[in-house]
């Protein structure tokens, strides 16, 4: 929207670039995890399927899910990916009898339509899958490139970082490895994968900084808050005792009939006292709305950061942090053998 005439922008131009940059990146992660999510779902529907007829299933599905049709080839990737590892350890089943008439059918129907996941494959499962099942994960990946490789890269982030994924998050090196050795990730992909993810980790911790900082500021700003409160309510108990005072001091200053002077300069005196009471107490009623009002809009400012903090903190430790912590020793293996190459180059 154009500004009007004599209207000045809110940002200057490179903060308002740093806005859209931020927000398009949380706008392509929401949808890149709300992806995976759905991928996983799908995926434990497909347990019982033929892992030969995955890639005809995946390529369907993301012509009619609409959560995958943003990026179908990623999602065919990803879920050949999952479909891989559910393979490793399938759920049990359990045979179950249906009584007799219209509450048997349900309950028939109600454990179909029940979603049985199995027990979380170890490391050692999901790497004997993936080396099988090479050719299916090279057909989902012809003809995408680095694009289908760092879908998958991606993908297995997502499946390990997953309840699913459990048991396998501590070999994420030793799986990274496996779909090198087998050429579903090659050096140059993983490099730039691998770079995207500590420029997200540098995001994340800039974020969660900002954000602990700005906490700081509304949790001083609430204890200033409710310490004016305090004082104020303080203040307005002291004005009513005052007020009570003022009023029986008035009553029994009232003059009868015929009062000398001294009795009517007493009974001014104590109505003076008494206005003067009524005024305070009014004004300490009024304060403390104020403060109470500035306390409340320090509030509502407040928990929204701790909030945020919070859902900052459990990313951060659930997240690319922990995923990078367990892979890390694959790719400081990538870049010790790059530097033992250049060194037998020289």
């Not at 009795?263 to 001014?268: G, V």
């Not at 903090?309 to 459990?314: G, P, Q």
């Amino acid at each position: 929207m154009p500004l009007r005439p004599g209207e000045e922008p809110k940002l200057a131009a490179d903060e308002e670039a740093a806005l859209l940059l931020k927000l398009r990146l949380e706008r392509e992660a929401k949808a890149a995890a709300l992806l995976q999510l759905e991928v996983q779902n799908l995926s434990a529907k497909m347990v019982e399927m033929d892992l030969a007829s995955v890639p005809a299933e995946a390529k369907r599905l993301c012509k009619t899910e609409k959560l995958l049709a943003p990026a179908p080839s990623d999602a065919q990737i990803a879920l050949m990916l999952n479909a891989i590892m559910r393979s490793c350890c399938p759920p049990v089943k359990e045979e179950k009898k249906g009584g007799g008439g219209k509450k048997g059918a349900n309950a028939v129907k109600a454990a179909t339509a029940k979603i049985a996941e199995g027990e979380p494959p170890p490391g050692a499962a999901v790497r004997k899958a993936l080396k099988a099942n090479k050719h299916l994960l090279t057909e989902v990946a012809k003809g995408k490139g680095a694009a289908g490789q760092l879908a998958l890269l991606n993908a297995l982030q997502a499946w390990v970082l997953s309840p699913q994924g459990a048991n396998a998050l501590a070999h994420s090196a030793k799986i990274i490895e496996v779909l090198y050795d087998i050429d579903q990730a090659e050096e140059g992909s993983l490099k730039a994968y691998w770079a995207a993810l500590d420029a997200q980790r540098a995001r994340e911790a800039a974020e969660l900084e900002a954000a602990e900082e700005k906490e700081k500021t509304t949790s001083a700003e609430v204890a200033q808050g409710e310490d004016a409160v305090k004082a104020a309510e303080k203040e307005k108990a002291d004005a009513a005792w005052y007020l009570k005072q003022a009023e029986q001091l008035a009553q029994a200053r009232r003059c009868g009939g015929n009062p000398n002077k001294d009795e009517e300069a007493a009974e001014k005196a104590a109505q003076q006292n008494l206005k003067k009471c009524i005024d305070f107490h009014t004004q300490t009623n009024k304060i403390l709305a104020a403060r109470s009002k500035d306390l409340v809009e320090a509030r509502a400012e407040d928990d929204p950061t701790k909030r945020l903090v919070a859902e900052l903190r459990h990313r951060r430790d659930v997240g690319v942090v922990l995923f990078m912590k367990h892979a890390t020793p694959f790719f400081e293996w990538l870049d010790d053998d790059d530097d033992d190459d250049d060194e037998a180059g020289s």
